[in-house]
């Protein structure tokens, strides 16, 4: 398998006058042709940040991305608008479709601006929305489609001019299950059976479980990389289990946070540290105690069992 991304020390410091947030702090990893991989972390975890520069949507503060043996994080504007048109499909979060466009016209833009004849774009959007299901449905307005829809109208529009690299964030953030579950195994087909670089944001386990790998992303640094068979995936060890592996994961981190909390307070009463430098940290820590909270409570887990 050859690379089709390698992020390399990708570093993201946005400021402003009296702001300073580091975004990501050094994330490095390889997502291979033919693979699909998940991003996943609580909400403020840098997900976003890292896609769009990815994505050639935003500059990092330092680090690359090599795309094809290329490092994009050089490219000229012009060179980045061309690569965000040919090379790349992106799923934004918050569906972005022209509203007064049907399904059809939504998936012709980007060919068109690509220079396709209207004929040749409007076959190729016929066989891309029969692709993700929508073939009757292809002259209605995105409003009469249902968020399910949307979102394989959002695929159809990703692939319109056949992209190497497909970037989702958080594709299934607002889909139910089942409607989750069709959305990934889209996203699952088009990297396994058609040789995309897929990389997918989730905060959902049961999504993130779809994928061949997951990187778990924790205030833009990351934690750990897991194979799905490794912590009990949709294979070999079944559902249950790999979600009792997920929650007993992050009540270790949960129980981490809560001793540097420990070790923090300590550090205050030594003297060792000043106050402001002590409550500063403080918020911090519990900003992420709460983030990881929700995790649990988002996979059902009870988080009073913890107390
Ligand atoms: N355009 C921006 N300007 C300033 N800060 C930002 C901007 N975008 C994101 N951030 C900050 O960077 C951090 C990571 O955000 P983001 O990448 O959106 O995380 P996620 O997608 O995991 O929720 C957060 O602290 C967020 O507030
Ligand atoms: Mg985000």
Redesign the pocket.
């Known amino acids: 398998m050859s690379p089709g991304i390698e992020v390399k020390n990708l570093v993201?410091i946005?400021?402003?006058p009296g702001?300073r947030?580091?975004?990501?702090r050094g994330v490095s990893f390889t997502v291979h042709e033919g693979e699909i991989v998940s991003?996943m972390?609580?909400?403020?975890?840098?997900?976003?940040?890292?896609?769009?520069i990815i994505g050639g949507i935003?500059k990092p503060t330092a680090g690359s991305v090599i795309v094809g043996g290329e490092n994009i994080t050089y490219y000229t504007e012009p060179q980045l608008r061309e690569y965000r048109l040919r090379r790349v499909g992106y799923i934004f979060?918050f569906f972005n479709l022209i509203p007064t466009l049907t399904a059809l016209e939504n998936t012709m833009v980007p060919m068109i601006i690509a220079g396709r004849g209207r004929v040749e774009a409007r076959e190729r959007a016929e066989k891309l929305l029969d692709a993700v299901g929508l073939g009757d449905k292809k002259h209605r307005l995105p409003e009469h489609l249902s968020g399910g829809e949307r979102q394989r109208l959002a695929i159809a529009i990703a692939l319109a001019n056949d992209p190497e690299i497909i970037l989702a964030?958080?594709p299934t953030g607002e889909l139910d299950l089942a409607n989750a579950e069709k959305i990934m195994e889209i996203l699952v087909e088009l990297a396994h059976s058609r040789g995309k670089t897929v990389i997918v944001?989730t905060?959902d386990p049961r999504v993130a479980r779809m994928t061949d790998r997951i990187i778990m992303?924790r205030d833009?640094a990351i934690e750990g990389i897991y194979e799905p068979e490794n912590i009990g995936g949709a294979g070999a060890m079944g559902e249950v289990a790999a979600e009792r592996t997920l929650v007993e994961y992050i009540r270790g981190r949960i129980e981490r946070v809560k001793a540097e909390m420990e070790t923090l307070t300590k550090m205050l009463r030594e003297n060792k540290i000043t106050p402001d430098e002590y409550v500063k940290r403080y918020l911090v820590l519990k900003y992420t105690l709460r983030a990881w909270r929700e995790e649990l409570s988002r996979l059902g887990a009870g988080v009073e069992a913890l107390e």
């Open positions: 993201k946005y400021t402003a702001y947030v580091q975004a990501l991003v972390g609580p909400s403020g975890s840098g997900k976003t940040t890292l896609l769009n935003d979060q964030d958080e944001s905060h992303l833009g």
